[in-house]
C-alpha cells in the first residue's frame, strides 16, 4: 500500500504528536513505510565529541514518519486529497481525488 508520496511533496500530519503541522517531503523510505518531512518530528541527537574534555554536539534532525500517518496536500486545490495514480504507457502521473487535476 502507498500514498504515492514523492519528496518534495507537501504533505500534512494527520495523527501523533505532529498532528496538523505541514511540512515538505525530503526522505521517503518506502522498505520501512516512512517519510522525513521537513521540520516535523524534529528530534536531538547527541553527539560525543571524539575529544575529551570538549563538549559533545547536539545535532537536530527530522525523524521518519509512518507514511499512514500523512496525507498529500494537493498542490492544486489545496486540500488534503488521496491521489489516483494513472498510468500512460511508461508515463506516471498523479491525479487528486477531489479536484481531478494531475499534480505531477
Ligand atoms: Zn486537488
Redesign the pocket.
Known amino acids: 500500500m502507498s500514498f504515492h508520496i514523492k519528496i518534495n511533496d507537501t504533505v500534512k500530519v494527520l495523527a501523533g504528536k505532529n498532528k496538523g503541522k505541514t511540512g515538505k517531503v525530503i526522505q521517503v523510505l518506502p522498505k520501512d513505510h516512512q517519510v522525513v518531512v521537513e521540520n516535523v518530528n524534529k528530534m536531538f541527537k547527541h553527539m560525543r565529541s571524539p575529544r575529551r574534555g570538549e563538549k559533545g554536539q547536539r545535532i537536530e534532525f527530522a525523524a521518519p514518519l509512518p507514511i499512514s500517518k500523512v496525507m498529500i496536500v ?6 488534503t ?1 488521496r491521489m489516483n495514480l494513472v498510468r500512460e504507457g511508461a508515463k506516471r502521473s498523479r491525479v ?1 481525488k ?4 494531475e ?1 505531477d
Do not use: S
Not at 477531489?98 to 487535476?101: D, G, L, P, S
Open positions: 494537493c498542490p492544486k486545490c489545496g486540500k486529497a487528486c477531489k479536484c481531478k487535476v499534480i
